[in-house]
């Protein structure tokens, strides 16, 4: 039986013990570098107290050894490259202490020891050894490294044959973007002077690490191991580095364990703890860690929002455990419950019977199978290419499913094209939502096409600039521009933007580290005024040579206030950008007609009290020759509570009925 990656873990990162057999101290052997390599007897011999040994014990595997241990059962897929390294050079097993010796075939070593073996390191104050049952203790700040996991204890008891052991007050540092690589790789000679900044768990400043979180310190009374299973009560993560106080995850139960050359993880119910007052109940279900997916999957089990226009408003959502098949897929379901709807008995998410689907959305009567939908998800690879599909089904009637059903799948990779990084996607879609400003909410209901992007950030002498560059070639069908018809073309379409931030009299920090005095904020502030600039340019081509195009040129200032430090008032931000288009042409399509030839996006954000945040944005129509001049035709407001390690937000957007509530975890190294 396979037992896969956490016993190796045990094994070749934790003791390292099955290398030394229960036989006399002459079947070890010590490296003589003084004499050509050649092996030679260990003597056992005692140093003097408190005194560090010079001459390091250095073990190696002979023939018999080697052989046993590449019959052991916990190598599983990994024994082949193991094997291949075994039988190239000696395994060197290094001991170091102030005191060795050996009694009634026990081995004892005393005072500051280290143990190494491919340089993965075991630290203690004492460590014995019992040949004979195979039984290791290590006792007084006991800390292991491997890469960049650590794990610190005072007490740790393995034995080897029977697979089972514990560890006891445990603390740590988990860097989930490499554990499965630490766990496996064999690393260079230890760094001293990173091993000394890893073994501060607890950070004095740290960086932001956008869009990532994969650095957490945990704490639990005690790990027990089980064959092949890690089990704990009660472990604490955190990815707040700073303090481990704003953000505690109460995992109960926890047990981890290896599957097809992944971690797993399961446990019963936890809590989600915020500034050690807050404690939200969630379920973590099962949850994998390997090389293509190397972040824990920590989205909510719960999903509460607000859709008026396919959900009648309120619903509900809980997100089942994730399923894996074929090796390189995964797919995520969420069964949906729409309260407002079941409430009312009725539903204005769909077109009276015998209407085309383009039609008027009615009040009708409501089902019991209207009151449930699901949405789902597929992420996996095929090749060396991203393949995602998302399905949103509205009512669980057979008879409304070709209204209630979306679709939207891509198949994307990263491409190199005129020396620089591009995105290569294929994509389809059934009844995709597109809103387009002061025409509303429009629909394609079916296409399918190819997209080549290139996204592109630098910064020179202060200006930051974002460069967007895209090209697309699609067939699609979707709402006629002047009737509710269906109509289908080809689309081929070319488009540029450039944005920049120009510093005016702007006050920027002098590095982007923080420390425990921001509480509210992630990173430091760049306060002062700046101007933003928008050129964007597009130019889309259809059947029978109908065209549409447009260069449109936006500038507006930007106003930052105040550190986001304080209690009250202490930051504002508002941001004023005008944008002009000159247009030409017409599409045959509502989803993509160029409209509102003249916006202001209007952009404020105030800090209220402590963490509370009123966050909004909205684009002003102040085209004179629209229906809706003067009018918002985009806009979101949002209450947030602002910490460094975290985001709440409780948000709507009145422009097309839709809300919910968001949370975020900030990750730091």
Do not use: C
Request: aromatic share 12%; hydrophobic share 35%.
């Amino acid at each position: 039986m396979n037992s896969g990656i956490s016993k190796k873990l045990i094994f070749s990162s934790l003791l390292f013990i099955n290398f030394i057999q229960p036989t006399k101290s002459a079947d070890f052997y010590k490296i003589n570098k003084n004499q050509n390599n050649q092996a030679r007897p260990i003597i056992w011999s005692k140093s003097e107290k408190n005194k560090k040994s010079s001459n390091p014990t250095i073990l190696f595997l002979d023939d018999a050894v080697k052989k046993t241990i590449v019959q052991k059962k916990f190598l599983g897929k990994n024994s082949e490259s193991l094997n291949v390294a075994l039988n190239k050079q000696p395994e060197e097993l290094i001991i170091q202490s102030d005191k060795q010796s050996e009694e009634d075939n026990v081995i004892y070593a005393e005072g500051n020891v280290s143990v190494s073996y491919r340089n993965k390191l075991l630290t203690a104050e004492n460590i014995t050894f019992d040949k004979s049952s195979k039984k290791i203790s290590a006792e007084g700040n006991v800390t292991l490294f491997f890469g960049e996991q650590i794990f610190k204890m005072s007490q740790l008891e393995y034995d080897f044959k029977d697979e089972t052991g514990y560890l006891l007050d445990v603390r740590g540092s988990i860097n989930s973007d490499k554990l499965i690589s630490d766990i496996s790789k064999n690393f260079d000679n230890p760094d001293i002077q990173k091993l000394d900044y890893l073994l501060n768990l607890q950070k004095e400043e740290v960086l932001h690490t956008p869009d990532k979180v994969n650095n957490w310190i945990f704490s639990t009374e005690r790990i027990t191991i089980d064959s092949e299973k890690w089990k704990s009560d009660k472990v604490i993560f955190s990815n707040d580095i700073l303090q481990f106080k704003q953000v505690k995850i109460e995992i109960n139960s926890l047990e981890a364990y290896s599957s097809n050359e992944e971690l797993r993880f399961r446990s019963s119910l936890n809590y989600l703890v915020l500034d050690e007052n807050v404690s939200i109940p969630f379920w973590l279900g099962n949850r994998a860690l390997n090389n293509s997916e190397k972040n824990f999957d920590s989205k909510s089990s719960w999903t509460i929002g607000y859709d008026n226009l396919d959900k009648d408003g309120l619903f509900l959502g809980r997100k089942l455990n994730s399923i894996n098949f074929a090796d390189n897929f995964i797919v995520d379901l969420e069964p949906q419950f729409f309260i407002q709807r079941a409430l009312n008995g009725q539903t204005k998410s769909f077109v009276k019977k015998g209407d085309l689907i383009t039609g008027e959305k009615v009040r009708r009567d409501a089902d019991f199978a209207d009151y449930f939908g699901v949405q789902s998800q597929i992420k996996g690879k095929v090749n060396d290419w991203d393949l995602e599909i998302a399905n949103q089904i509205n009512s669980l009637d057979s008879n409304k499913l070709s209204e209630s059903l979306r679709f939207k799948s891509i198949l994307n990779k990263k491409i190199n094209f005129l020396d620089s990084k591009w995105d290569k996607s294929f994509y389809g879609v059934y009844r995709e939502r597109v809103w387009n400003g002061s025409l509303g909410e429009a629909e394609i209901y079916t296409g399918y096409g190819s997209k080549l992007e290139k996204k592109h950030s630098w910064e020179v002498d202060g200006i930051t600039n974002t460069e967007v560059l895209s090209f697309g070639l699609a067939h699609l069908k979707g709402e006629a521009l002047k009737s509710q018809n269906l109509v289908e073309s080809l689309k081929g379409n070319l488009y540029y933007s450039l944005a920049q931030n120009i510093p005016f009299s702007v006050d920027k920090p002098k590095n982007k580290t923080i420390d425990n005095s921001y509480e509210y904020i992630y990173e430091p502030i760049n306060k002062g005024l700046s101007i933003n600039t928008k050129l964007a340019g597009l130019y889309s081509l259809y059947n029978d040579g109908k065209h549409q195009e447009y260069i449109g040129f936006g500038l507006g200032p930007e106003m930052i206030l105040g550190n986001f430090k304080t209690k009250t008032f202490d930051y504002t931000r508002i941001s004023v950008l005008p944008f002009y288009k000159f247009k030409n042409g017409e599409s045959i399509f509502k989803f993509d007609q160029i409209s509102d030839k003249f916006t202001l996006k209007i952009d404020f954000d105030q800090q209220l009290y402590g963490p509370v945040t009123l966050e909004s944005s909205g684009t002003l129509n102040l085209d004179s020759d629209s229906d809706d001049y003067g009018e918002f035709i985009d806009s979101k407001i949002s209450l947030s509570w602002k910490k460094r390690s975290y985001d709440f937000d409780i948000f709507y957007q009145p422009h097309n009925q839709a809300g919910g509530i968001a949370f975020s975890l900030f990750g730091f190294k």
